[in-house]
């Protein structure tokens, strides 16, 4: 059962920085793909960014050119940096992985005020 687990939330003010972490414990090309979604109160949960096993990149456009989803296969973690944050970037932030199950982290909570 791999497990996924995320870090890096936390409070910020508009226009500052965070970087999200998510560690797998195991090796991530056991994922065809990896995301990270979000998901604010009454709200759907919402695709950010997702990055496959070959490498290809997508972001939801509410994000392109302020979040980069990266990895490091080496330390088995995928990361989210996110640049500019707006105050509605506030949300619980997950990291997911895809193979024959989809796989979901616990989730961090970031906070950008105004």
């Known amino acids: 059962q791999v497990q996924l687990v995320e870090s890096g939330g936390g409070s910020v003010q508009a226009g500052g920085s965070l970087r999200l972490s998510c560690v797998a414990s195991g090796s991530i090309f056991s994922f065809s793909s990896m995301g990270w979604y979000r998901q604010s109160p009454g709200k759907q949960r919402e695709s950010l960014a997702t990055?496959?096993?070959?490498?290809?990149?997508d972001y939801a456009y509410s994000v392109k050119g302020r979040f980069t989803i990266s990895r490091d296969n080496a330390k088995n973690t995928v990361y989210l940096q996110m640049n500019s944050l707006k105050p509605e970037d506030t949300a619980v932030y997950y990291c997911?992985?895809?193979?024959?199950?989809?796989?979901w982290g616990q989730g961090t909570q970031v906070t950008v005020s105004s």
């Open positions: 990055i496959t096993r070959g490498g290809n990149i």
């Open positions: 997911n992985g895809d193979s024959s199950t989809r796989y």
